[in-house]
C-alpha cells in the first residue's frame, strides 16, 4: 500500500469516526445543526472515499459532475449548520452560488471547456464559504472559549488550503502530505464543533440556572425539591419560605423534618403517612404554623418524581399562601349565612313579636286580680321570659338585610366618648380596666345607634372573656384608606377551630349566649361596607373594624 493510499485510508476512518460521533449526538438531542453536519460528514465521507479515483472521475463526465456536486454539498452543508448553531441565517447568496456553479460546471463540461479553469472556479468558491463559515463562527455565538476559535481557525485554513490542494493532487510524491493536512484540520473542525457545542450547552444551562434561581429567589410562592431516596431531604428551598413560615432556607436545610412539622397536626397525614409520602392530587389545601404559632392556610401545587422501577425518588413543587383568599372565602360564606338569617328576620320578627305583646298584655292584666295572687311569682317569671325572647328578637331584627340605616356624617371618636361612661361602670363592675387611645379621624358616614351597638358587643364580649384585673383597649386610627376602630383585650387565645367560626348566626361558646352578638357586629359592617380582621394570640385578642374613608 502506496504512502498515498494510506493517507486516504486515514483519512476516510478519520472522518469517518467524526461522522458516527455527530450521527449519535444528533440521535440523542435531535437538535437541528446536529443533523445538518452529520449530513455535511456524510458527504464529506463520500467524497474522500471517491478521492482514489480521481485520474478515472475526470475522464466522465457524470462521475465528474456526480464528484463536484458532493463536495459543493459538503462545503454548504458545513456552512448551513454552523450559521443554524450560532442563530443566524445562512445568506442565500451562498446558496444560488453553489446551485449556479454546479450548473455551469456541468454546461461547461458539456461544451468542453478548459478542466482547469471550471475546478479553480469550483475551488475559489467553496474556498470562501469555508473562509465565510470560518467567519461568522468568529463574530457570533454564546461560546467564547478557545474551541470556538480553533474551529473557526480551522475553517480559514481549510478555505485557503483549498487553492493549493490541486498542487498536492498533481505531485504523488508529495499528495499524501495534503491528505494528512487536510485530515488534521477537519478533524480539528469537527472536534472544536464538538468542544463549542459543549461549552455552549454548559453557556446556556449555566444562563438558564440563573434565570431560574433569579425567578425562585424572588417568587411570592415557596419553591421546593424534597429528595426521599436513599434518605429523606431537602434539596431545595426558595427563600421565600423565610417571609412564609418564618424559617430561613438554612433552617430547612439543618434539619430535614422541619418541612414536614410545620404542618399542622390534623392536616399532617394529607402529606406524609407511617414514614411515607401520602400525596395524592393536586393542588393541595392545609395549614402551616409559623414561627409566631400563627395559623396559616397554604396551597401545595407538586410533582412526583420517579425512579426506573416506578418508585418516587423525590418530590418538587409550589407552596403558595391563600390565608388572604381562604378568610375572603369564609367572609362570603359568614355573609351569605347573615343575608339567609336575615331574609328570615325581616319576614317572621314582627309575626313573632305581636302575639308575644298581646300574651305578655294579657299576662299583666292578669296579674292585678286580686283572686290571683298567688301566682305573682309565676307570672312575674313568664313576664320575664317573655321580655328575654322580646330581647333576643330585637337582636334577631338586627341582622335583617333589608333594615334601614340613617347614615350621617358622625366622628368615630364622639361615638366612643358617649359610651365611655357606660363601658367604664361595666368594667368597674367586674374588676377591669379600659383605656381610651384615641387619634385623630376624620368624619364617616355612620348609623350612630348601629356603630354603638357594634362597639358595646365587642367590648362586652372581650370584658367576659377577660380574667378580673386586666385591661382592654379601644383604640381609633386613620390611614390612608380607612379608619381603623379596635377593641383588643388580654383575654386566652381563641383556638383555631372557633376562630373559623366567628360572626356566625347563632354559634357561641357562652352558656346563656344567643350567638347573635357577633353576627350582628358583622352585619352593621356589611352595611357601612366596613371589614372586621380578628387577630388573637396568648396575649390577647383583637377585633379591628376598617371603615373605608369618605374623602
Known amino acids: 500500500m502506496t504512502l498515498l493510499?494510506?493517507?486516504?485510508?486515514?483519512?476516510?476512518?478519520?472522518?469517518?469516526?467524526?461522522?458516527?460521533?455527530?450521527?449519535?449526538?444528533?440521535?440523542?438531542?435531535?437538535?437541528?445543526?446536529?443533523?445538518?453536519?452529520?449530513?455535511?460528514?456524510?458527504?464529506?465521507?463520500?467524497?474522500t472515499a471517491m478521492d482514489p479515483f480521481t485520474f478515472t472521475i475526470i475522464k466522465n463526465l457524470p462521475m465528474l459532475m456526480f464528484y463536484?456536486?458532493?463536495?459543493?454539498?459538503?462545503?454548504?452543508?458545513?456552512a448551513w449548520g454552523t450559521a443554524n448553531f450560532v442563530g443566524k441565517r445562512l445568506s442565500p447568496f451562498w446558496i444560488y452560488s453553489t446551485a449556479s456553479l454546479i450548473v455551469i460546471t456541468g454546461i461547461g463540461l458539456w461544451l468542453g471547456w478548459s478542466l482547469v479553469h471550471l475546478i479553480f472556479l469550483n475551488i475559489a468558491v467553496y474556498s470562501l464559504i469555508y473562509v465565510y463559515t470560518g467567519w461568522i463562527l468568529l463574530r457570533t455565538g454564546e461560546s467564547h472559549g478557545p474551541s470556538k476559535k480553533i474551529t473557526a481557525l480551522a475553517f480559514i485554513v481549510v478555505g485557503l488550503h483549498q487553492f493549493n490542494w490541486p498542487q498536492f493532487r498533481a505531485d504523488e510524491s508529495i499528495a499524501h502530505w495534503g491528505y494528512i493536512l487536510d485530515s488534521f484540520l477537519r478533524?480539528?473542525?469537527?472536534?472544536?464543533?464538538?468542544?463549542?457545542?459543549?461549552?455552549?450547552?454548559?453557556?446556556?444551562?449555566?444562563?438558564?440556572?440563573?434565570?431560574?434561581?433569579?425567578?425562585?429567589?424572588?417568587?411570592?410562592?415557596?419553591?421546593?425539591?424534597?429528595?426521599?431516596?436513599?434518605?429523606?431531604?431537602?434539596?431545595?428551598?426558595?427563600?421565600?419560605?423565610?417571609?412564609?413560615?418564618?424559617?430561613?432556607?438554612?433552617?430547612?436545610?439543618?434539619?430535614?423534618?422541619?418541612?414536614?412539622?410545620?404542618?399542622?397536626?390534623?392536616?399532617?397525614?394529607?402529606?406524609?403517612s407511617n414514614g411515607k409520602l401520602a400525596l395524592?392530587?393536586?393542588?393541595?389545601?392545609?395549614?402551616?404554623?409559623?414561627?409566631?404559632?400563627?395559623?396559616?392556610?397554604?396551597?401545595?401545587?407538586?410533582?412526583?418524581?420517579?425512579?426506573?422501577?416506578?418508585?418516587?425518588t423525590a418530590?418538587?413543587?409550589?407552596?403558595?399562601?391563600?390565608?388572604?383568599?381562604?378568610?375572603?372565602?369564609?367572609?362570603?360564606?359568614?355573609?351569605?349565612?347573615?343575608?339567609?338569617?336575615?331574609?328570615?328576620?325581616?319576614?317572621?320578627?314582627?309575626?313573632i313579636r305581636n302575639p308575644l305583646t298581646t300574651v305578655r298584655g294579657y299576662l299583666q292584666v292578669l296579674s292585678r286580680r286580686p283572686e290571683l295572687g298567688q301566682y305573682d311569682a309565676t307570672f312575674g317569671l313568664l313576664l320575664d321570659e317573655l321580655d328575654r325572647a322580646n330581647a333576643l328578637i330585637t337582636e334577631y331584627l338586627s341582622l335583617s338585610k333589608n333594615r334601614l340605616t340613617d347614615q350621617q356624617p358622625r366622628n368615630l371618636n364622639a361615638i366612643v366618648k358617649s359610651l365611655a361612661p357606660l363601658i367604664l361602670a361595666d368594667a368597674v363592675s367586674s374588676n377591669h380596666v379600659v383605656r381610651l387611645e384615641l387619634g385623630a379621624v376624620p368624619d364617616l358616614h355612620l348609623d350612630e345607634k348601629e356603630i354603638r351597638q357594634l362597639l358595646l358587643n365587642l367590648v362586652r364580649n372581650g370584658l367576659e372573656a377577660m380574667e378580673p384585673g386586666k385591661a382592654m383597649t379601644i383604640k381609633t386610627v386613620a390611614t390612608q384608606e380607612a379608619v381603623v376602630l379596635s377593641v383588643r383585650d388580654q383575654g386566652r387565645e381563641i383556638p383555631p377551630n372557633i376562630l373559623e367560626k366567628l360572626g356566625m348566626p347563632f354559634f357561641t361558646t357562652k352558656e346563656n349566649g344567643t350567638g347573635l352578638g357577633l353576627a350582628i357586629c358583622y352585619s352593621i359592617a356589611n352595611r357601612h361596607r366596613a371589614k372586621i380582621q380578628v387577630n388573637t394570640s396568648s396575649s390577647g385578642t383583637t377585633f379591628a373594624v376598617f371603615f373605608p374613608r369618605a374623602d
Request: charged share 25%; glycine share 4%; proline share 3%.
Open 68 to 78: 463536484e456536486t458532493i463536495a459543493m454539498l459538503c462545503v454548504i452543508l458545513l
Open 315 to 351: 418530590v418538587e413543587g409550589i407552596v403558595r399562601d391563600v390565608t388572604a383568599r381562604k378568610e375572603l372565602e369564609q367572609e362570603l360564606f359568614r355573609l351569605d349565612r347573615l343575608n339567609i338569617v336575615g331574609q328570615m328576620a325581616a319576614n317572621i320578627g314582627h309575626e
Open 187 to 272: 478533524l480539528g473542525i469537527g472536534v472544536g464543533f464538538l468542544l463549542t457545542y459543549f461549552e455552549k450547552t454548559r453557556y446556556d444551562l449555566l444562563e438558564k440556572e440563573a434565570q431560574f434561581r433569579l425567578l425562585a429567589e424572588n417568587a411570592r410562592d415557596i419553591i421546593f425539591h424534597f429528595r426521599l431516596k436513599p434518605r429523606p431531604h431537602l434539596d431545595y428551598i426558595s427563600p421565600a419560605a423565610a417571609a412564609i413560615t418564618g424559617y430561613t432556607p438554612e433552617e430547612f436545610y439543618a434539619d430535614s423534618r422541619l418541612l414536614i412539622n410545620r404542618v399542622h397536626p390534623e392536616d399532617r397525614p394529607l402529606i406524609w
Open 5 to 47: 493510499e494510506l493517507a486516504i485510508l486515514s483519512s476516510f476512518g478519520i472522518k469517518t469516526v467524526v461522522f458516527l460521533i455527530y450521527a449519535y449526538l444528533y440521535s440523542r438531542y435531535r437538535e437541528r445543526f446536529l443533523g445538518i453536519w452529520t449530513a455535511a460528514w456524510a458527504m464529506v465521507m463520500v467524497k
Open 280 to 312: 395524592k392530587e393536586t393542588p393541595l389545601s392545609f395549614r402551616i404554623l409559623t414561627r409566631e404559632r400563627k395559623l396559616i392556610w397554604a396551597e401545595l401545587h407538586f410533582t412526583l418524581l420517579r425512579g426506573r422501577d416506578d418508585e418516587i
